[in-house]
């Protein structure tokens, strides 16, 4: 059987290296010159377990397992990426009032009770975190100025070391599995046959055409341009969203000692790599630059404003202290209606989808990449190897209601 993957971020690099060890003869396709060069390059890397369905809970521990033994996941000896375990730190706004809803998962600011019920969901499935508050708070974090916020905080989370760095580790256990890569390849067309059932042929890439029984869109933020090339627009809507990053150097390696944060109530996170720090947006208003095309210039006016969020950033932590500092342009692939990822099947036959993915699932693609392989496969209840536990493919289905 051959498959097609349109797309070499982390997704598709690894859901091309679970088909080829399924048996698959696996074709990669991608516009960019290199593996990891699109929606994967400005990933946060970022890996937590923080969200508010047990599923989303599940697929994000499954990644966390995944990256702590990520050479034996490869059948790789010496890896280029590794896993930092510097800890996760969830920032509230404790509130008497109701819950002002965020995507991914996450509250800005909190009712009584929420952060408990949070960790004692997040601990009886395995994360491992804690309620942290006032003195408690304050004394485990004090290089962080607080002002009576809340914290929820996953000591055996952290972030990958890098996100290129990762792919290119997929690229090279793919090819010791067979995989064929094509960079610098646009697919310019998905063929299909039939009229009222169609079914997917092959993928067209220039002058070539590639034959295949299943075609795996994992394009990113051109996920929804491959599906209206395939006739095949999907109930939930994907768009580019155009986003901006803060990537700099600690000037202090003792700084590194922080964690991972997710400030959500100054509205920003951060991910405290000495060699490439990155600050990034978490407010409503900060998720709203959709675009047409992903391939669109840069918003200079938003590069500009990016720097309030370094000052804010600079606030929490009082001796924070940057060095080359750059603000650089960024497309995520957005699932509008929830931010969360669609994997599954479509209305024509062959033609898979691994999309919606970037920007914030990055610590949960190589499993994604799996799943999409089983999705492949006919399957739609995966038992998840490494947390033991079965995720029913439907809950990130095409035609789910948007989770809460």
Not at 95 to 119: C, D, F, N, S, W
Not at 234 to 254: D, F, H, K, N, Y
Not at 319 to 344: K, M, N, Q
Not at 360 to 378: C, D, H, N, Y
């Amino acid at each position: 059987m051959r498959a097609v993957v349109v797309g070499c971020g982390i997704v598709g690099a690894g859901a091309a290296l679970a088909l080829a060890r399924r048996g698959w003869r696996v074709t990669v396709v991608d516009r960019e010159r290199g593996p990891g060069r699109g929606s994967t390059a400005r990933s946060s890397s970022v890996v937590r377990c923080h969200y508010t369905t047990e599923a989303a809970i599940v697929l994000a521990l499954e990644g966390r397992a995944v990256w702590r033994d990520w050479a034996r996941f490869l059948g790789i000896a010496r890896p280029r990426a590794r896993y930092v375990e510097a800890g996760v730190l969830f920032l509230f706004k404790p509130t008497t009032g109701g819950e002002a809803r965020l995507g991914l998962g996450v509250k800005a600011e909190v009712a009584p009770g929420y952060v408990k019920r949070m960790v004692a969901l997040e601990n009886r499935l395995g994360v491992g975190c804690e309620f942290l508050r006032g003195a408690a708070l304050a004394r485990r974090f004090p290089f962080f100025a607080f002002d009576g916020e809340e914290g929820l905080y996953e000591p055996a989370s952290g972030y990958v070391a890098y996100p290129d760095e990762a792919v290119a580790d997929l690229v090279d256990a793919g090819r010791r599995a067979g995989v064929r890569y094509r960079f610098g390849a646009r697919a310019t067309a998905i063929e299909t046959t039939g009229a009222d059932a169609r079914r997917v042929t092959g993928v067209r890439v220039g002058a070539s055409r590639l034959p295949a029984e299943a075609v795996l869109n994992a394009a990113g933020p051109w996920s929804h341009e491959v599906n209206v090339m395939a006739r095949c627009p999907l109930p939930l809507t994907t768009s580019p969203l155009r986003q901006c990053i803060v990537e700099a150097e600690l000037e202090s390696p003792a700084d590194v000692a922080m964690p991972a944060t997710a400030d959500l109530a100054k509205g920003f996170y951060l991910r405290p790599d000495p060699r490439v720090f990155k600050i990034g947006a978490l407010l409503p208003r900060d998720h709203v630059d959709f675009v047409r095309s992903a391939d669109a210039p840069a918003n200079r006016e938003a590069l500009s404003r990016f720097r309030e969020k370094i000052a804010t950033a600079r606030a929490r932590v009082p001796g924070l202290r940057l060095r080359r500092v750059r603000v650089r342009p960024a497309f995520y692939d957005w699932t509008v209606a929830d931010s969360y990822p669609i994997l599954d099947g479509t209305d024509v036959a062959g033609y898979f989808v691994a999309i919606g993915t970037s920007g914030a699932w990055f610590k949960s693609g190589p499993v994604i990449g799996e799943l999409a392989a089983e999705r492949i496969m006919g399957n739609t209840r995966v038992r998840l190897a490494r947390c033991g536990r079965t995720i029913d493919l439907g809950t990130f289905g095409r035609g789910r209601a948007p989770i809460a």
